[in-house]
């Protein structure tokens, strides 16, 4: 790039950034560094928190071109409320207003799993004079949102609950339009053996509107300690790298409460993204448009390297894990590839772990990928297949297939 070059590309930066109206307000903790106080837009008391960032965030007018940053500074932010806002399906600490483009976050990159430095930390106090019954959110996106509006990027940040006890959902995208999470970490006290999170507590809540095309992208989120550590749906949502731990489920499909709107048709994909100690394997729920949401919609879910850690003795229900169903069986489809090991320590992993419900999955392709494609009867026989799972037997010298009772071959004679 030439002189001339130079000056035009830098000229024409600096109109689109004036275009765009992009703008960064900087928050500081009440035990941030002093430094970080000094050079901080807002420092909030350490007394309802919430309320401090929250006039904050009111205070942009959303207009279409306006691009926001509010950065926090490394610190304990107090979320000692949850407040009925307006344009907002439910309490919450924090409501996301209609803003065109809005990052929101640490500054930091540390990743999720070796600790973030800025929490967002729920108060006890927060639930008190409060029904138990209520569903109650940390961070919620007005549920005014118009589509096409409100894009989001949370990224860099803690969120700490005191107790599994409460109807929490810590993000909830519900009504975000596009969105990218990444570097997370979402965590309910008081997990173990024998304690199962109350219904209604969820680590991450995915989008409920057309995205048409565009959708979200989650990356680097831990998730401890919930009912359901991941709902998903919308459409157009690729995740890496998620982690479920110690929850019931680590992965729900369309399980809204709101079942009028359901998920829609376009692909959710899923790249090595795991899930620890918990109770069940993914539930599939709501599916199709919304006016039938349990029709035979045919939504797709890809899971690719999905890779899970069972122990029956330290998961909430001290229970063998329950296999991955569909509500509605034949109302979804993809493709699935797992693996699984089941000991402290495992160095390989194991053949013998059914993944579906029997008679649910009848339209994925789902591979325990510690499967030969072909061998010996004897080693085709230590497997637990999966629907129309395929295997060339060597000791029969053909191909024979599994019909979800038994295995054939291409004839449909029953073979040993």
């Not at 006016?291 to 850690?309: F, K, L």
């Not at 325990?368 to 297949?385: C, D, Q, W």
Request: aromatic share 10%; glycine share 10%.
């Amino acid at each position: 790039m030439n002189m001339i070059q130079r000056v035009v590309f830098c000229v024409c930066a600096a109109f689109l950034c004036v275009v765009a109206g992009a703008r960064t307000v900087t928050v500081a903790a009440s035990n941030s560094s002093d430094p970080d106080k000094a050079a901080a837009d807002v420092v909030c008391t350490g007394v309802h928190d919430e309320l401090t960032i929250q006039k904050v965030l009111d205070g942009f007018d959303g207009n279409d071109s306006e691009s926001i940053k509010v950065m926090f500074c490394d610190g304990v932010y107090n979320m000692e409320g949850f407040h009925l806002y307006p344009d907002a399906t439910h309490r919450t600490a924090l409501k996301i207003p209609e803003i065109a483009y809005l990052e929101f976050g640490g500054r930091g990159n540390l990743r999720a799993r070796a600790g973030i430095s800025v929490e967002f930390r729920v108060s006890p106090s927060a639930y008190e004079g409060l029904n138990p019954q209520e569903q109650l959110c940390v961070m919620l996106f007005s549920d005014n949102i118009g589509r096409n509006k409100n894009d989001a990027r949370l990224r860099n940040f803690l969120i700490t609950l005191p107790d599994v006890r409460h109807k929490v959902i810590c993000i909830n995208l519900f009504r975000c339009f596009g969105a990218i999470l990444e570097n997370l970490s979402l965590t309910a006290v008081g997990t173990g053996p024998g304690v199962i999170p109350v219904e209604g507590s969820v680590g991450v809540r995915g989008q409920n509107v057309n995205t048409n095309g565009i959708g979200q992208f989650w990356k680097d989120i831990v998730a401890k300690g919930f009912y359901e550590a991941f709902q998903m749906g919308g459409e157009h949502t690729i995740c890496m790298g998620l982690l479920a731990y110690q929850s019931y489920y680590g992965y729900t499909f369309g399980n809204y409460e709101r079942a009028e709107w359901g998920v829609w048709e376009h692909p959710i994909t899923l790249i090595n993204c795991s899930e620890e100690l918990c109770c069940s394997l993914p539930l599939f729920n709501q599916c199709g448009e919304a006016r039938d949401p349990n029709n035979a919609g045919r939504q797709c879910v890809d899971m690719i390297s999905h890779t899970m850690e069972f122990r029956d003795n330290e998961n909430g229900t001290l229970a063998p894990v329950l296999p991955a169903r569909e509500v509605v069986p034949g109302s979804w489809c993809g493709n699935i590839t797992f693996a699984v090991n089941t000991k402290s320590l495992s160095k390989e992993n194991v053949v013998d772990v059914q993944y579906w419900e029997k008679g649910s999955g009848h339209r994925f392709k789902t591979r325990n990928s510690a499967h030969s494609l072909g061998g010996t009867t004897a080693e085709r026989l230590s497997y637990v297949p999966t629907y129309v799972q395929t295997y060339f037997d060597t000791d029969l010298n053909r191909m024979v297939v599994f019909n979800g009772e038994q295995w054939v071959d291409y004839n449909g004679n029953k073979v040993d």
